[in-house]
T-cell receptor, first 112, second 113 residues
């Protein structure tokens, strides 16, 4: 049973526009969420995180929104750049020290 | 230094070989992880070491044997692997438990022939 779901395997966005990547989770014990970016043949790179006491966290072009009642989070990238083209993984944990649970990833392609 | 290093980058081994993957971090992180990632899939957790002790083993077959010689090093010893074990093996580290961001190494691309 998938506890973290990224239902869009891929997303294509024009350079300069907003990219919105979505993630849903089923485990109500999850209280910490992270986004990772992965280029081919490299390890995932931490991007941004949010804890359940917040509903928004912003870092430069990246903003993560959390809707706890809907068990949904999203990553907004604005403006999108060609270098943002990568696979984005959503991950979640219960801060009772359980390991991260990853979604299957969304491949973002930013077209110049 | 916010880097996790892994060696080798690529490894090809036969099913009767014994080899080891190495991981190193100098961030003072006390938790280290091994993940396995197949193409187009998310990373799958294999092992977690916390303060140099094995704290989680996700039912990994005994042909994979982790070792944490000290707080900066993590090894994965491989023996009698199967072709289906071919994957990208990722090491990660974090300050503490799950609340902390994990920093990943570049991975070792393993091919079992």
């Amino acid at each position: 049973d998938q506890q973290v779901k990224q239902n869009s395997p891929s997303l294509s966005v024009q350079e300069g526009r907003i990219s919105i990547l979505n993630c849903d989770y089923t485990n109500s014990m999850f209280d910490y969420f992270l986004w990772y970016k992965k280029y081919p043949a490299e390890g995932p790179t931490f991007l941004i995180s949010i804890s359940s006491i917040k509903d928004k966290n912003e870092d430069g072009r990246f903003t993560v929104f959390l809707n706890k009642s809907a068990k949904h989070l999203s990553l907004h990238i604005v403006p999108s750049q060609p270098g943002d083209s990568a696979v984005y993984f959503c991950a979640a944990s219960d801060t009772g020290n359980t390991p991260l649970v990853f979604g299957k990833g969304t491949r973002l392609s930013v077209i110049a | 230094d916010t880097e996790v290093t892994q060696t080798p980058k690529h490894l090809v081994m036969g099913m009767t070989n014994k080899k080891s993957l190495k991981c190193e971090q100098h961030m003072g992180h006390r938790a280290m992880y091994w993940y396995k990632q197949k193409a187009k899939k998310p990373p799958e957790l294999m092992f977690v070491y916390s303060y140099e002790k094995l704290s989680i083993n996700e039912s990994v077959p005994s042909r994979f044997s982790p070792e944490c010689p000290n707080s900066s090093l993590l090894n994965l010893h491989l023996h009698a692997l199967q072709p289906e074990d071919s994957a990208l093996y990722l090491c990660a580290s974090s300050q503490g438990g799950a609340i902390h961001e994990q920093y990943f190494g570049p991975g070792t691309r393993l091919t079992v022939t």
